[in-house]
């Protein structure tokens, strides 16, 4: 079950990032000083362990609530 939402969430963030391949490539300042400075990295890592942060926690509470779930239905 986890296994299809996480399969799910991966062949979204695949499709969502064709659209964007399709735009023309546009300059953007920021960007372009963060790469400069080599602190995109800093960025792209600080979001990356947000994500896992948040895809952990998600995990974990699909996993105490499916345990919850059993525990109702054997009451039951």
Do not use: C
């Amino acid at each position: 079950m986890i296994l299809k939402k996480i399969y799910f969430l991966l062949n979204l963030l695949v499709l969502s990032s064709i659209s964007t391949f399709a735009q023309q490539p546009q300059s953007v300042d920021m960007a372009d000083a963060f790469r400069a400075d080599g602190k995109i990295y800093v960025v792209i890592t600080v979001v990356t362990i947000i994500l896992l942060g948040i895809f952990v926690y998600l995990i974990s509470l699909d996993k105490k609530i499916g345990k919850i779930e059993n525990e109702y239905k054997e009451q039951n």
